[in-house]
T-cell receptor
Framework: AQTVTQSQPEMSVQEAETVTLSCTYDTSESDYYLFWYKQPPSRQMILVIRQEAYKQQNATENRFSVNFQKAAKSFSLKISDSQLGDAAMYFCAYRTSWNNAGNMLTFGGGTRLMVKP | DSGVTQTPKHLITATGQRVTLRCSPRSGDLSVYWYQQSLDQGLQFLIQYYNGEERAKGNILERFSAQQFPDLHSELNLSSLELGDSALYFC???????????FGDGTRLSIL
């Protein structure tokens, strides 16, 4: 079974600075998808960014980018120019590409990000 | 707004009772997923339906059941409720299995 580990329970960053959240995963599969979801205090789950394992290029969405290291099974999220609205829980998630197994997400334990003004 | 609608937003009930949580997926989405978020277990996958049929099962208790109806909405039934069932229950949907999942706002279930 796949597992996802987020080793940083809490992180803090100064407004306008850059922060990197770590995620590692364990899988025997060669093709899969990785995601970062944001959960603000409102409790919504918001998709931040997505990475397909077969793509070597790191995904980018505006101020959010990932560093995907397939061999190391590492998938970190970098937030540039941090804003107060970025304060939230961030979850890393894994999904197999093998549809016969279902398409469920396996989540890490989350990292709480605090943004200081 | 993700387009996924969950009702009710909050539910307070007692041990031993039975409740039904409802989810309407985004227009056109055929897959529906249920997840449980609790303090001790984190975010866990419960069950997936695709176009009315069960697709995958996770750590779903036997006291819990779900179904997806012809109009694609889904219901999660929780019975013989225990204190430990208190959690936030999310529904998510996707158009096809490989597409990203979009989450509803969740139903917060409190067992007294």
């Amino acid at each position: 079974a796949q597992t996802v580990t987020q080793s940083q329970p809490e992180m803090s960053v100064q407004e306008a600075e850059t922060v990197t959240l770590s995620c590692t995963y364990d899988t025997s599969e060669s093709d899969y998808y990785l995601f970062w979801y944001k959960q603000p205090p409102s409790r919504q789950m918001i998709l931040v960014i997505r990475q397909e394992a077969y793509k070597q290029q790191n995904a980018t969405e505006n101020r959010f980018s990932v560093n995907f290291q397939k061999a190391a099974k590492s998938f970190s999220l970098k937030i540039s120019d941090s804003q107060l609205g970025d304060a939230a829980m961030y979850f890393c998630a894994y999904r197999t590409s093998w549809n016969n197994a279902g398409n469920m997400l396996t989540f890490g334990g989350g990292t709480r990000l605090m943004v200081k003004p | 707004d993700s387009g996924v609608t969950q009702t009710p937003k909050h539910l307070i009930t007692a041990t031993g009772q039975r409740v039904t949580l409802r989810c309407s997926p985004r227009s056109g989405d055929l897959s529906v997923y249920w997840y449980q978020q609790s303090l001790d277990q984190g975010l866990q996958f419960l069950i997936q339906y695709y176009n009315g049929e069960e697709r995958a099962k996770g750590n779903i208790l036997e006291r819990f059941s779900a179904q997806q109806f012809p109009d694609l909405h889904s219901e999660l039934n929780l019975s013989s409720l225990e204190l430990g069932d208190s959690a936030l229950y999310f529904c998510a949907s996707s158009s096809r299995g490989e597409q990203p999942q979009h989450f509803g706002d969740g139903t917060r279930l409190s067992i007294l």
